[in-house]
């Protein structure tokens, strides 16, 4: 069985690093999905993803249940709409359309319903503000 999880895992590792540059492949689930098998397979690889310099902080905060920082939605959903705006633009099937459309309004309504958004401390200067009388 950890054979087989570990074959998943870095599956959806290739995959969620090609969903960076290719519009309609996506990213997060896919790696979402590699550090659910490595959680439960192979501690090593959990660890190496975790502590990837560029997705593990946000591995680490979503598995936390911390989300999402608004910021970073707001540049995924800007992204992934205009990556699949120029998709429609490209194709001539309507059902290829529908089919990037349906995608998209899936993911934008799980991304802002069900993943947390990230609260960012308070800055220094706000809470300044409040103390002084």
């Known amino acids: 069985m950890k054979l087989i999880l570990n074959s998943i895992g870095v599956l959806a590792v290739i995959l969620g690093v090609l969903g960076i540059f290719l519009p309609l492949l996506p990213t997060t689930p896919f790696l979402l ?6 959680a439960r397979a ?3 690889l959990h660890n190496w993803l975790q502590t990837n ?9 979503y598995e936390n249940g911390k989300g999402i920082p608004l910021r970073g939605k707001i540049w995924i959903l800007i992204f992934m ?3 699949m705006s120029y998709s429609i633009w490209r194709t001539d099937h309507l059902w290829v359309r529908l089919l990037i459309i349906t995608v998209g309004v899936c993911v934008t309504l799980y991304l802002t319903r069900f993943v947390p958004t990230m609260r960012m401390p308070p800055s220094l200067t706000s809470l300044n503000k409040r103390t002084k009388p």
Do not use: H, Q, T
């Open 33 to 38: 999905l590699a550090s659910a098998c490595f």
């Open 42 to 44: 192979s501690p090593r």
């Open 53 to 61: 310099k560029v997705f593990g902080k946000y591995l680490r905060d």
């Open 81 to 83: 709409w205009g990556s």
